[in-house]
T-cell receptor, first 115, second 115 residues
Framework: NAGVTQTPKFQVLKTGQSMTLQCAQD?????MSWYRQDPGMGLRLIHY???????DQGEVPNGYNVSRSTTEDFPLRLLSAAPSQTSVYFC??????????????FGDGTRLSIL | GNSVTQMEGPVTLSEEAFLTINCTYT??????LFWYVQYPGEGLQLLLK?????DKGSNKGFEATYRKETTSFHLEKGSVQVSDSAVYFC??????????????FGKGTLLTVNP
């Protein structure tokens, strides 16, 4: 009964380093997405995917890359970390790739600090 | 475009007090409305939803009614408990397809319930 699994849970990076945040879901969901959560800003959509091989940008895509080679996995890559990317990152999935009137399932988050 | 406005917190209540968290929205068409809850250190969980006007969503003693005439979806609970302390997010999802894939979130309201 795993749902959406994110790793790592915590990470500290130095400015300029790169890293990949992992996200996997076992519900065969078509739609997957990445959000960042910052104080007073709510959740902001970074990138999303409506199926394997298809990704698109959300509200705040700069500095992040994604790929979707399988239905299950949707990693988020920070190419050159900056202090402004210090945040809590959430991965989410839902069954329908089209209709956002269905609930999304969230992972427990990755808390990322950039020094 | 779609938007969600929810009351800013933090909200601090004593146990057994009545809770209201206001949420209003702007949207085209006939959106679905959600309340998500985020307990400390965890991801977001769906609390309740409503898919059409006058629907009432309910779960764990929480209720919210989809009011199209006032474009509102206020969250209420008659008697809060310490375990209800969390951040609550109002969200809007589209019932139409096309390019409107994403959920629109409010900024969240922190609720603290004291014994």
């Amino acid at each position: 009964n795993a749902g959406v699994t994110q790793t790592p849970k915590f990470q500290v990076l130095k400015t300029g380093q790169s890293m990949t945040l992992q996200c996997a879901q076992d519900m065969n969901h078509e739609y997957m997405s990445w959000y960042r959560q910052d104080p007073g800003m709510g959740l902001r959509l970074i990138h999303y995917s409506v199926g394997a091989g298809i990704t698109d940008q959300g509200e705040v895509p700069n500095g992040y890359n994604v790929s979707r080679s399988t239905t299950e996995d949707f990693p988020l890559r920070l190419l050159s970390a900056a202090p402004s990317q210090t945040s809590v990152y959430f991965c989410a999935s839902r069954a329908s790739k089209v209709y956002s009137n269905q609930p999304q399932h969230f992972g427990d988050g990755t808390r990322l600090s950039i020094l | 475009g779609n938007s969600v406005t929810q009351m800013e917190g933090p909200v601090t209540l004593s146990e057994e007090a009545f809770l209201t968290i206001n949420c209003t929205y702007t949207a085209t068409g006939y959106p679905s409305l959600f309340w998500y809850v985020q307990y400390p250190g965890e991801g977001l969980q769906l609390l309740l939803k409503a898919t059409k006007a006058d629907d009432k969503g309910s779960n764990k003693g929480f209720e919210a009614t989809y009011r199209k005439e006032t474009t509102s979806f206020h969250l209420e609970k008659g008697s809060v408990q310490v375990s209800d302390s969390a951040v609550y997010f109002c969200a809007l999802g589209s019932n139409s397809g096309g390019s409107n894939y994403k959920l629109t979130f409010g900024k969240g309201t922190l609720l603290t319930v004291n014994p």
